[in-house]
């Protein structure tokens, strides 16, 4: 268990609000990401952070902010919702075993009307 | 650019029976990382097995192993003795050197039948 924790888990908002998902991590890992997941496109990168204040974008990153003032907390921001920003989001953390692999938040559903 | 293929939206298998999930991979890199994740219905992700470009022996987890073929840039997954738990969704993944960054499949969606 990775200690990542994502909220809000169940969002509903309108087209044209601002949105900010929150992931939060209790080991102090460096790496934090954040994807979208939609039917037929797997998982797709928004944004993605190597520490304190260091971000990049992923491949979808049109439409979303990311910031990370501390290194628990990595802040996903939609600056004015649309429908096709409905989807699961999920947050992840970059493992520190030889293998490097992610360890998944529980994902938020986001619903735009 | 780099890219991950899985061809098979869904797939069937009958209890205790073998299954293989394809995988094919696009990359210039010499060094990379392949994954294995499983979602089942309640949405978490779940790390199953990895195999790294150097390694010689294909990676084995239990009921789970990967068919590694590098010249192929294949990396399918193999579950042996299926069980109805198995029903879910597999994402195969590969890690872009240099770039902290992970590209996804598109996913097979199996189903294990009694």
């Known amino acids: 268990d990775a200690g990542i924790t994502q909220s809000p888990r169940h969002k509903v908002t309108e087209t044209g609000t601002p949105v900010t998902l929150r992931c939060h991590q209790t080991e102090n890992h460096r790496y934090m990401y954040w994807y979208r997941q939609d039917p037929g496109h797997g998982l797709r990168l928004i944004h993605y952070?190597?520490?304190?204040?260091?971000?990049d974008k992923g491949e979808v990153s049109d439409g979303y902010s990311v910031s990370r003032s501390k290194t628990e907390d990595f802040l996903l921001t939609l600056e004015s919702a649309t429908s096709s920003q409905t989807s699961v989001y999920f947050c992840?953390?970059?493992?520190?075993?030889?293998?490097?692999?992610?360890?998944f938040g529980p994902g938020t559903r986001l619903t735009v009307l | 650019a780099q890219k991950i293929t899985q061809t098979q939206p869904g797939m069937f298998v009958q209890e205790k029976e073998a299954v293989t999930l394809d995988c094919t991979y696009d990359t210039s890199d010499q060094s990379y990382g392949l994954f294995w994740y499983k979602q089942p219905s309640s949405g978490e992700m779940i790390f199953l097995i990895y195999?790294?470009?150097?390694?010689?022996q294909n990676a084995t987890e239990g009921r789970y192993s990967l068919n590694f073929q590098k010249a192929r840039k294949s990396a399918n997954l193999v579950i042996s003795a299926s069980q109805l738990g198995d029903s879910a969704m597999y994402f195969c993944?590969?890690?872009?050197?240099?770039?902290?960054?992970?590209?996804f499949g598109t996913g097979t969606r199996l189903k294990v039948l009694a």
């Open positions: 992840a953390i970059r493992g520190t075993s030889g293998y490097n692999e992610q360890f």
């Open positions: 195999q790294g470009s150097y390694d010689e």
């Open positions: 952070s190597y520490g304190v204040k260091d971000t």
């Open positions: 993944a590969m890690r872009e050197v240099g770039t902290y960054k992970y590209i």
